[in-house]
């Protein structure tokens, strides 16, 4: 799986199954469920650290069907394995404001919904018109986007189905406008994220009211390495391999600083990375 992830970490999966449509959806959970295989649904696995020992079970990624997206007037509608800068990229090009948020965030529309992507002053729930589910042994279900609960880092969608599809809802904007705004949130993730390393983002949820980068870089953390993994100087709540980083030198980093900032503070701090496999 190593190659499927932004970490470039982790052991190989039983199967790996790429999904090209509904119908190859449909009939591959099937098939799982008859065999009682588990499965994990994966998108381009930038939030995901992977066991060394990998995952015993099927690792199903979406493929060309839902790849696609297409914009009506002030819509997007998009498949849920769309790559997420294309649909920001699109969306500038036709003068649609709503995505400068998510400029330089990587993965898919279907990852970002799964988390509610997004910044302290914008996510993409709040642009979010409708979600398509497919909901195992059942097909096909259609959210409109005020009936899901949206949280922060959260959306409680993945545990009711598989996201399939996004339809967003943006507000026509000056061009210009909307270019200033995706520039300053490039330059603020360029100067604050160690952008092009290999990475999985965050890997913890702010505390409320605090910053999990800035508790771990108070406990003396910055720069702290084991093994190919190091807490990243650029931003302390950033884990990064530096070559031949295994799944387990990352998940000694992450229970040093969950130690060490409970020990001193009290606070205990849950992680946004996804682990996959035994650990």
Not at 56 to 85: N, T
Not at 152 to 171: D, Q, T, W
Request: hydrophobic content about 40%.
């Amino acid at each position: 799986m190593a190659r499927h992830t932004s970490f470039r970490i982790g052991g190989p999966a039983d199967l790996f199954i790429v999904c090209d449509s509904i119908a190859a959806l449909s009939e591959t959970l099937d098939v799982l469920s008859a065999e009682g295989i588990p499965f994990v649904v994966a998108g381009k696995g930038t939030n995901l650290l992977v066991a060394d020992d990998g995952y015993r079970g099927a690792v199903l990624v979406l493929g060309k069907q839902f790849k696609k997206h297409v914009c009506e007037g002030e819509y997007i509608r998009a498949g849920g394995a769309c790559i997420l800068a294309y649909l920001v990229q699109d969306a500038f090009s036709k003068g649609l404001a709503g995505l400068e948020f998510a400029v330089g965030v990587p993965g898919t529309l279907g990852g970002a919904l799964a988390m509610n992507a997004g910044s302290r002053d914008a996510w993409i729930g709040s642009v979010t018109e409708s979600v398509t589910l497919y909901v195992p042994g059942e097909g096909l279900m259609r959210l409109r986007g005020s009936d899901i609960g949206w949280g922060y880092r959260s959306s409680g969608l993945p545990e009711r189905g598989i996201i399939v599809e996004g339809e967003l809802r943006l507000s026509p904007s000056d061009p210009g406008r909307i270019r200033a705004e995706m520039e300053r949130g490039l330059t603020r993730r360029k100067q604050s994220q160690p952008m092009g390393a290999a990475s999985a983002g965050s890997v913890f949820v702010n505390p409320e009211g605090d910053s999990a980068g800035r508790l771990i870089e108070s406990v003396g953390l910055k720069g702290t390495a084991l093994g190919g993994a190091r807490i990243s100087d650029v931003h302390a709540n950033f884990i990064v391999n530096e070559g031949g980083a295994t799944a387990a030198d990352v998940l000694g980093i992450v229970n040093k600083a969950r130690t060490s900032v409970r020990d001193r503070y009290g606070i205990e701090l849950q992680t946004e990375v996804r682990f996959l496999g035994e650990f």
